[in-house]
Nanobody, 119 residues
């Protein structure tokens, strides 16, 4: 099982930016589609963004236009650039393998990285 390590979270004010990183234990990003998910306290884990092996991306409506997912296969890393952050973006963010069709995560979850957006 591949282990993912998320990093880059922190405390930011509304309107601020963060760049999250997801590092894999192996060279897998040319094989699997990858995505970011988040889980706020008391809520279900939800889809945020997806990037396919060929670079196609899609986003949850709530983050569209504000977040950008990208990857660097050579570095075994996936990134999430988050701009114009809102309090409702507060959550623990996780990366995961994603189904070819849709936005279904599968495999192991990492520890996540906390993003807190507050004034």
């Amino acid at each position: 099982q591949v282990e993912f390590v998320e990093s880059g979270g922190g405390l930011v004010q509304p309107g601020g930016s963060l760049r999250l990183s997801c590092a894999a234990s192996g060279s897998i990003f040319s094989i699997y589609h990858m995505g970011w998910y988040r889980q706020a306290p008391g809520k279900q884990r939800e889809f945020v963004a997806k990037i396919t092996t060929t670079g196609y991306t899609n986003y949850a409506d709530s983050v569209k236009g504000r977040f950008t997912i990208s990857k660097d296969n050579a570095k075994n890393a996936v990134f999430l650039q988050m701009n114009n952050l809102k309090p409702e973006d507060t959550a623990v963010y996780y990366c995961s393998k994603v189904s070819s069709i849709g936005t279904i995560p599968f495999g192991s979850w990492g520890q996540g990285t906390q993003v807190t957006v507050s004034s």
